[in-house]
């Protein structure tokens, strides 16, 4: 059995020596003709490294002639199949420039797009590249608005706007956690009026409440009524919204206590 299988190894390491030596021959002495048929012969084996290799050199010796076509929408797939999406995504958008007529020029164009959206980051990074594939899919939406891939288009540009928003209340979040109150009730309210249908709307709102209340308790005495009055009327706007909410009974305490305090205020004056 042991023999059987060093022969078997032997054999493979043989025919995988034979066929690097007959690329390399290719690669040194093949005609243009000869790589361009061994480029797709290695694409439709899903040997998409050689096949990229080849196509690399082609698509420069294929300029002006009407294969160029052919090989640079595969050569644009064999980074895309070997999941290198920001240079996929590239050779696609420009094939999708350079042959606008191309049968693949609208698949080319939701590929870029694509790309893009594989290559986003998540929720908790920056979002600079979840805006740019948003971007690239409503280039694509705009230019073949009757495209079958427009549902999974508009899918797709779900999913990257609730990472949008994700990331916005998170900051949102983190400027209450770290202190800086002033800047967190301006970004709790700006969350809640760019993104209307956020389902953390109304934590949204009682943070808003929450933040004023220590804002205002921790400043000095001549600004604290203007800042436990806001306190209240951010009270007022969630209990309007959400009279039986989820925060309703937190809310009523900050409530309270900053009418209290205005009371006080008052008195002393």
Do not use: W
């Not at 939406?141 to 288009?153: G, L």
């Amino acid at each position: 059995m042991f023999r059987i299988t060093k022969i078997l190894l032997l054999i493979a390491i043989i025919v995988t020596l034979g066929s690097c030596s007959k690329y390399q021959k290719l690669v040194k002495q093949g005609t243009v003709e000869q790589k361009y048929d061994a480029a797709l012969m290695y694409y439709a084996k899903d040997d998409y490294y050689h096949s990229q290799q080849l196509l690399d050199e082609l698509i420069v010796l294929l300029r002006g002639t009407d294969k160029l076509e052919k090989a640079y929408y595969y050569y644009a797939q064999t980074y895309y199949k070997q999941s290198d999406y920001i240079i996929a995504s590239y050779h696609f958008k420009y094939f999708a420039k350079t042959f606008p007529k191309s049968d693949f020029a609208e698949e080319c164009l939701y590929l870029s797009a694509y790309c893009k959206y594989l290559d986003s980051a998540p929720a908790n990074l920056d979002q600079s590249s979840t805006k740019t594939a948003i971007n690239d899919m409503q280039m694509f939406i705009n230019k073949y608005p009757n495209s079958s891939k427009i549902k999974e288009a508009n899918d797709i540009m779900d999913v990257l706007r609730a990472k949008l928003v994700v990331k916005d209340f998170n900051n949102a979040k983190q400027y209450l956690k770290t202190q800086y109150y002033k800047a967190s009730i301006y970004a709790f309210s700006k969350h809640v009026k760019s993104y209307p249908d956020t389902p953390y709307r109304e934590e949204a709102m009682y943070l808003t409440i929450e933040a004023n209340y220590i804002y205002a308790s921790k400043s000095i005495s001549y600004k604290q009524h203007e800042r436990f009055t806001n306190t209240i009327a951010a009270y007022n706007d969630y209990a309007a919204k959400y009279p039986k909410g989820e925060y309703i009974k937190k809310a009523e305490h900050y409530k309270s206590s900053a009418k209290s305090f205005i009371d006080k205020i008052n008195k002393n004056k």
